[in-house]
């Protein structure tokens, strides 16, 4: 097979350097306008998938969140047509977004920078309700997805990181971590790769499900 030319990443054998495929094209991001109506449209759509009621949803939820009079968010209800792993997908998402190492700040960036590359607009909305509501106005969040936004080199590397991760996985490099190394530990390096690869699982989710986005 060493010879032979693969069909998944065609690529020219005597070109310099190792790779296994082409960097993704996936176009230039939308202009802020563009994300804003993308967002609004998002709150106006139907579901294309069946959501539980919110009685058998909220009985999914981790524990102390049950009682709560808040609706069940449209994800939690689509999760919890699976009773059995509807409630361990309903607790990862929780956990991802309430445990771990690494800031409530740099895990929610983290999020909108996956979901503004995926164009996954659900994700995108909750992303962005989650920074407003750790203080940040949407005049410090839109500029989170562009390389050097956050004026932290520490967020900068994990934010180019997650960028890198989401639209070309295929090319992370050792050279990728050992960026990172320079600002965090092994632990929050393995939880980065985790915040990314579960945004990555929520993006698809939700948007391929078509989700309305709750006010």
Request: net charge positive; with cysteine.
């Amino acid at each position: 097979y060493q010879a032979l030319r693969s069909r998944v990443a065609p690529l020219d054998p005597k070109a310099d350097g190792p790779a296994c495929a082409l960097p993704a094209n996936r176009g230039a991001l939308e202009t802020r306008e563009q994300v804003e109506a993308a967002l609004a449209a998002a709150r106006k759509r139907t579901p294309r998938l069946p959501l539980a009621d919110d009685v058998k949803a909220r009985a999914l939820l981790p524990e102390g969140r049950s009682d709560t009079s808040a609706a069940v968010p449209e994800w939690a209800r689509l999760l919890a047509n699976f009773p059995k792993a509807g409630k361990a997908w309903i607790a990862q998402v929780y956990n991802s977004r309430e445990k771990g190492k690494l800031s409530p700040k740099l895990r929610a960036e983290v999020a909108w920078v996956s979901a503004r590359h995926d164009r996954a607009w659900y994700a995108l909305g909750h992303a962005k309700k989650r920074l407003n509501a750790l203080g940040l106005d949407d005049d410090a969040v839109f500029p989170l997805e562009k390389p050097g936004g956050p004026a932290n080199a520490a967020e900068r590397a994990a934010l180019a990181f997650a960028r890198k991760l989401t639209v070309d996985p295929a090319l992370m490099t050792d050279a990728d971590f050992v960026a990172l190394r320079a600002h965090f530990s092994d632990q929050e390096v393995a939880e980065l790769v985790y915040q990314v690869t579960q945004a990555a699982y929520f993006d698809r989710v939700t948007e391929a499900s078509g989700l309305h986005l709750e006010e």
